[in-house]
């Protein structure tokens, strides 16, 4: 715990302090769960060829992929999710694998295959933060990553031409924009009153789409539209990552945290048993059931109310 | 007496060394009566020597074939016949740019009083050629590269390679050609090919990888050829809008198949022949080598052309082909038949005849088309002589059906079924003659016997090809 | 084809019902077909089960290639073709046929993110599992997907078929897992899946959604198809309630004809 920790990731701009995407919301959930990282970007080094970004150095150990840092900075007990219900966790990882299918290649395209905002606006920016002669490979580099991985998982053969998907890509991700305004409601953060993981991805996701200045897009109007999601990031932005404020206390971490933790996965444990005994009561031949319909979940009401 | 240059004999300049000097384009020599032709005529003499000059990497075996009937020659207009003849075989080997025949009289110590020295100059062509053209079809341009290697090992092989890259699509393939020494006619071809084809009347996209092997050789007056072919084929639709009897043909097949050839052509050019006939029995067999498909295949071509009065020829040809399955699979629509367009049924849009299904053409597994062509010169002969030979307008009529036989029926069923539902079609029309190779047609046509689902070309149609009904 | 276009064409598809003649097409059950399009095409059959549409199954060697995007299943209804799940939801919709009609906007969007944990979990193991892990892909994968074309072409279409799967996973980034890292994924996917039903008989409780016909599908067909090791069924089997759902759902939709 006591090891420093380090972020290789890209630097930062337009407010924000990555402009990465993964690397963004690394940075996001080290703030809200008070992890001590020293972010070093990787700019104007030869790592920017080399590197794969975001990577946490600790000590010894590297870890790449934001999912499995997150995992890592949980173990070192930092941990901006302990007040989740199993519930919650769950909705967490569904609206995740939302954000990777619907949103992401439509954010890869903006920013690396659509012509007009690469050539003035990507490109310049990698470009500029990379050493000669770089320069001229990484912009490219990156986006020929970016246009394959929109394909292998988009592309419809055996027609695979980058024109039949964007419609749909476009289409997709407007959906997914519209579904987590809804989720959000009027809320600040999605789960309660404190960010957890889920803020951190869609801060990650929808930051640089709204702060980047983007020649044309279609989503950045789309997602300018969207009150709660622009002010959703506005908000952490001003708590988290201003310099003029300090960051709040993260939620109080202590001993009391693993206590917690494992109360929780008791009493979740135990309303399984509880559900499987009455799994077992009900179709025992001797207890006919008295009531068809499926009794109110035992788990949801002990969980909401950790001891 | 002095040295005697054998001259060239045929009034066109060569085309180039890949052409070979066409029967068409020679007529008899013309020798001139020179003042002493009896003497020269009745004296006897004996060829010593034949050389060859200028050889570079061709091995000489392999030429000794083609001049050794020199020897033979007992007087000097006889050797002058058979030395224009040696060069002419020389030439159609394809390594020569160039031939020059010198005829000598012996030197040397063992010189006869009467012996010749006939010595062929020669001019290989360079060891790699290459070429580049564009072409322009339907909705489509390509550049095409080809680069040729011939006379690859000294003995006449040829190999090619050609890619052509096209806005929609690439294709490219390698062929190896391999005479026999001495017997030019008996040669072996292999191939190696990836081929795609858009064809927009079926909504079908094809592309063929493939390997062939090809043995010819000559039989009495005709020439038979036997081929093995393995192709890779993957169907697909050209668009979303393609009729779901084509959406279920798309996918992978193997087809291995072995197929003979014979042609009988007795006629004076490919192109717009002046006489003679030409017959073509072709048949393929696959299934049997392995491989997913497994049909029987018979085509047959005839053509017959006669002179008439003033210069105007009457051409008469009949094409007809049968497609059979073997085993319970239906057969694939990349092996079956089409008809129509301006190279066959004139009047109607290409290959847009027969069997449809949503505006798709599947083409049809049985066939017969026939057409009678009356050529004439053009009217009151302009540039005649030159340019305006290369013209010629025709007056058609052809005809045809093809349809989808069900084989459980008899012969008199099959007959019968290809004799109803005829389409035919008249007009007149301009035949361009480009080289030797294809032709360019302008004709006026008015199709008749239209079946439902054939989609017409009332009024001018315009058609450049190879081969023509 | 353009959005504007599909639009067009849906909107003058929604005017007709649904034919009786409907059809969907996938490879050959006993021969050919993997665990993966069979999860799909489970799938797709048991919400169309649910909306009450009839639809025969067919079976076809080439139905990979039939279908215009790629993916198994399609089904061709009238002179339509769609495939996979999410456009044929649409394309029922239009109809007028929908499961997720009662659904307030945060159910959807619930319904929308677990479906996408699906695909992005689920569907992804499956084809990790088949094509990525040697043994599975030597044993089952290959030769069920070369099966009914002949040599050399078996061969090479099979190999085809495992380098396009395996660049694919190198660019989603699954390409450094290992198997055992798969397994936990799933676990966690099926963990997350359980607690989300919790006791309830579907996932938005009484009425049956696209949701339930595609965890369906995945469960169902992970749990009936034999694999070189059972590791995968068992980690499904951990969580009961999903047992259970598997069953009620086989139940209700699947077994009518027999009786």
Known sequence: MAAAMELRCWGGDWGLPSVHTDSLIVLAYATFSGAKLTASPIDWTWKTLTATVPELVCGDSAVTEPSQILNFLRKQRFNADYELTARQGADTMAYIALLEEKLLPALLHTFWVDAENYANLTRPWFASRSPFPLNFLVPSCLAKIALSRILLTKGESPLHRITEVEGKIYSDAKECLNLLSY???????????????????????????????????????????LDNLTCFCDNILAVYFSSSHPCPPPPVQETMDANLQKLTQLVNKESNLIEKMDDNLRSSPQHKPHRPDPKPSLASEKSSTPA | MGTVHARSLDPLPMQGPELGVHADDIEAPDIEQHPNQEILENKDVVVQKVHIDGLGRTKEDLLTYEIAEVFRAKNLIDVMRRSHEARQKLLRLGIFRKVEVVIDTSRGEDALPNGLDVTFEVIELRRMTGSYNTMVGNNEGSMVLGVKLPNVLGRAEKMTFQFSYGTKETSYGLSFFKPQPGHFERNITLNAYNVTGQFPWSSLRETDRGISGEFSFPLWKTSQTLKWEGVWRELGCLARTASFAVREESGHSLKSSLSHAMVIDTRNSSIIPKKGGLLKIHQELAGYTGGDASFLKEDFEIQLNKTLFWDSV????????????????????????????????????MYSMGPQSEGDYLGGEAYWAGGLHLYTPLPFRPGKGGFGDLFRTHFFLNAGNLCNLNYGEGPRAHLKKLAECIRWSYGLGIVLRLGNIARLELNYCIPMGVQSGDRICDGFQFGAGIRFL | MSLAADAFVSQISAAEPWPENATLYQPLKEDQILLSDCASSLAVQAYLRMCGLPVQVVCRANAEYMSPSGKIPFIHVGNQVVSELGPIVQFTKAKGHSLSDGLDDVQRAEMKAYMELVNNMLLTAELYIQWCDDATATEISRPRYSNPYSWPLSNILAYQKQWEVRRKMNAIGWGGKNLEQVYEDVSQCCQALSQRLGTQPYFFNKQPTELDALVFGHLFTILTTRLTSAELAERIKSNSNLLSFCRRIEQTYFEDKSS
């Open chain 1, 183 to 225: 989720r959000l409601g009027t809320e600040n953060y999605f789960f309660g009153n404190s960010p957890t993981s889920l803020d951190a991805f869609v801060f990650g996701f929808v930051a640089p789409l709204h702060k980047a200045s983007l020649p044309s897009s279609p989503l950045q109007s789309h997602l300018r539209q």
């Open chain 2, 314 to 349: 009457l051409s008469a040809s009949m094409w007809g082909g049968l497609l059979l399955p073997i085993g319970e699979k239906p057969t694939s629509i990349a092996d079956r038949f089409y008809l129509g367009g301006p190279t066959s049924i004139r009047g109607f849009s």
